[in-house]
């Protein structure tokens, strides 16, 4: 079946950068998502990737996907106080399977 | 404004005494889909809808039924809470399922239940 790991937590100084890592273990996902919780609210789409490209940037987040390794990373430049919240990556499979989501990497940025 | 409203967004109740969590979405959306998250877990799909009258088991269905009459509506009903079902619970929609990355989820803002 299909998994999604992630690292718990990950703590940063504000203005450096943030590496957020996720690998997946079904290499037919066709698109892998970037969301965001912050505290008290739900999950905000902040990027996807669809599975035929290596990098997408978007501003101050790059998403950096190695489907050989079946590897996805989203990176925050110049990270600051208001990028601390919970990061899921999720994927699918397909057109007709829903989303899997990873536990979620909480970010902490220190001022 | 597209959003997607969850009502209630507190609540408190005993073991046994059925429940509704309501679900509404106003952007026409044909997929919709509850969520729970539970510290160290993440997200874990409980049920989804393809459409008016479909709807499909996710990962964690045990416990709760859902309904779909109405494509704007998508409530979640536990029948007998018991405390393992304490948890905060997301309702999501989407235009069509999540095959192609310009379509997002759009997430509820949550309903935190307490099973005593």
């Known amino acids: 079946g299909e998994d999604v790991e992630q690292s718990l937590f990950l703590s940063v100084r504000e203005g450096d950068s943030s590496v957020i890592n996720c690998t997946y273990t079904d290499s037919s996902s066709t698109y892998l998502y970037w969301y965001k919780q912050e505290p008290g609210a739900g999950l905000q789409l902040l990027t996807y990737?669809?599975?035929?490209?290596d990098m997408k940037q978007d501003q101050r987040l790059t998403v950096l996907l190695n489907k050989k390794d079946k590897h996805l990373s989203l990176r925050i430049a110049d990270t600051q106080t208001g990028d601390s919240a919970i990061y899921f990556c999720?994927?699918?499979?397909?057109?007709?399977?829903?989303?899997?989501f990873g536990k979620g990497t909480r970010l902490s940025v220190i001022a | 404004e597209a959003q997607v409203t969850q009502n209630p967004r507190y609540l408190i109740t005993v073991t046994g005494k059925k429940l509704t969590v309501t679900c509404s979405q106003n952007?026409?959306?044909?997929?919709m889909s509850w969520y729970r998250q539970d510290p160290g877990l993440g997200l874990r799909q409980i049920y989804y809808s393809m459409n008016v009258e479909v709807t499909d088991k996710g990962d964690v269905p045990e416990g709760y039924k859902v309904s779909r009459k109405e494509k704007r509506n998508f409530p979640l009903i536990l029948e007998s809470p018991s405390p393992n079902q304490t948890s905060l619970y997301f309702c999501?929609?989407?235009?069509?399922?999540?095959?192609?990355?310009?379509?997002?989820?759009?997430f509820g803002p949550g309903t935190r239940l307490l099973v005593l």
């Open positions: 990737i669809f599975s035929n490209m």
């Open positions: 999720a994927e699918t499979l397909s057109g007709n399977t829903p989303l899997v």
């Open positions: 952007m026409n959306h044909e997929y």
């Open positions: 999501a929609s989407s235009l069509g399922l999540l095959g192609r990355g310009e379509e997002t989820q759009y």
